[in-house]
Structures are given as C-alpha cells and as structure tokens.
C-alpha cells in the first residue's frame, strides 16, 4: 500500500530528499546565460537596433535574441575583449595602423564577424548595415 502524500517525508522517502537537494543546488547555480552586465545588454540592443532599423518592438526582440546567443557562446569576458579590439580596428591614422595590422588582434575580428553573422541568421536580423553593432 502506498503512504498518502501527506505523509511522505525525506526520512521516508529517501529519493524525495534527494531529489529535492539537486533541485536545490541547480538553483543555486548561476545562469550562463545570464553572467552579461545589464548596461552591456542594453548597449548591444541599442546599437544593433541602430545599426538594423525597423519597428521599435520586433528590433528590440531581434537584438535581444542575438545578444543571447552571443552570451551563450562567449564568455563576458572575452566578449569584451573581442568588441574592443573591434572598436578600437576603427581608430584612424597611425594610432589605428598599429591595431589593424597587428596579427594577434585579427583572430578577434574574425571571431567576432563569424559571431555576428552567425547571431543574424539564427535571430533573423537582415544584414541592413554590414559593420552591425561593434
């Protein structure tokens, strides 16, 4: 005979108990996801909607999307470090010259333009302007 629910207990149900510790501790777990800075996210969504114009409220999901997908990919981190070297690609002059031709640097331009196109497709973000959010 089966005890009624109410009388389940983790010290009569052993695989209750445990299964309650692991949702516990999934919990507690940090979401990947998630580990980008809110201002930065609010960022990449306003200069991807600049960078692929249309209505405010597709854009804003469009954009976020990518965002996620870029976030499950990459770690803040190296994020940052791949939108920076991106940026800094635009300097001009010689102070630029020293960025562009620098050939550690351009595996993180590469990167990067591989993310971006791959972030398109998967959130149906036309190629309206081809240097996008960097």
Do not use: W
């Amino acid at each position: 005979m089966q005890p009624a629910i109410h009388e389940l207990t983790p010290m009569k149900s052993p695989a209750l108990a445990l299964a309650a510790a692991l949702l516990a501790a999934l919990a507690a777990l940090p979401a990947r996801a998630n580990d980008f800075p809110t201002v930065d996210r609010v960022l990449y969504v306003q200069e991807c909607m600049s960078a692929h114009p249309g209505p405010k409220f597709e854009m804003v999901n469009k954009c976020s999307c990518a965002l996620d997908a870029i976030a499950r990919d990459v770690k803040f981190e190296d994020y940052v470090e791949m939108v920076t070297v991106v940026k800094a690609m635009s300097i001009g002059g010689e102070r630029g010259s020293n960025i562009r031709d620098a050939e550690p640097l351009k595996v993180y331009l590469k990167r990067h333009r591989e993310l971006q196109a791959k972030v398109e497709q998967g959130c149906f973000l036309s190629a309206a302007n081809p240097t996008g959010p960097r």
